[in-house]
């Protein structure tokens, strides 16, 4: 069942399990926020349990691309489009957030991206591959992200 976020109401409900609940709530509502201004999109997640089709995306592209495969347990997934961008989102108990933007009509603009909650360590699989820049957000505290550009085509994904 899909839940649309409230970046004013900021609500850790589906993150409970996390050590950064509160931080990835924040992180969580930041993107509801900047899909709301940008693009006047409500942003919505699902248990990641009710979205293996969203998880098989993302991991697939992280595992082709980078040779990637996280050990954290994903807790919730978005999926959806917004003009001409395919969007996909994994949210991690960790405190992990990884996004996938691929334009549908552009090559050279699409990329996945990595974000790290306030308090938590880089995960394993990209600390010696990633370096990480820090942005200061009123809804997440400190983010630090980092990105890769994807190389290969995967439009006939889910």
């Known amino acids: 069942m899909s839940s649309v976020i409230d970046f004013k109401n900021v609500s850790k409900v589906g993150l409970e399990t996390s ?5 990835l709530a924040g992180l969580r509502a930041n993107e509801a926020r ?3 201004n940008k693009y006047k999109h409500e942003f919505s997640v699902v248990p990641a349990s009710e979205s293996q089709d969203t998880l098989d995306y993302v ?7 980078r040779a990637i495969e996280f050990a954290a347990r994903p807790l919730e997934t ?3 489009q917004v003009e001409n961008i395919d969007w996909a989102y994994v949210f991690y108990e960790d405190g992990l957030e990884v996004n996938v933007m691929y334009t549908l009509d552009d090559p050279k603009r699409r990329a996945v991206g990595f974000k790290l909650s306030e308090g938590m360590e880089v995960p394993k ?4 591959k990633f370096k990480f820049a820090r942005q200061k957000s ?7 992200g980092s990105f890769f550009v994807i190389k290969g085509s995967y439009l006939s994904l889910p």
């Open 19 to 23: 050590p950064v609940a509160e931080a």
């Open 34 to 36: 900047y899909f709301m």
């Open 59 to 65: 991991n697939r592209i992280l595992k082709d691309e």
């Open 78 to 80: 978005s999926r959806f």
């Open 125 to 128: 699989e990209l600390e010696t």
């Open 138 to 144: 009123k809804l997440a505290g400190t983010i630090r």
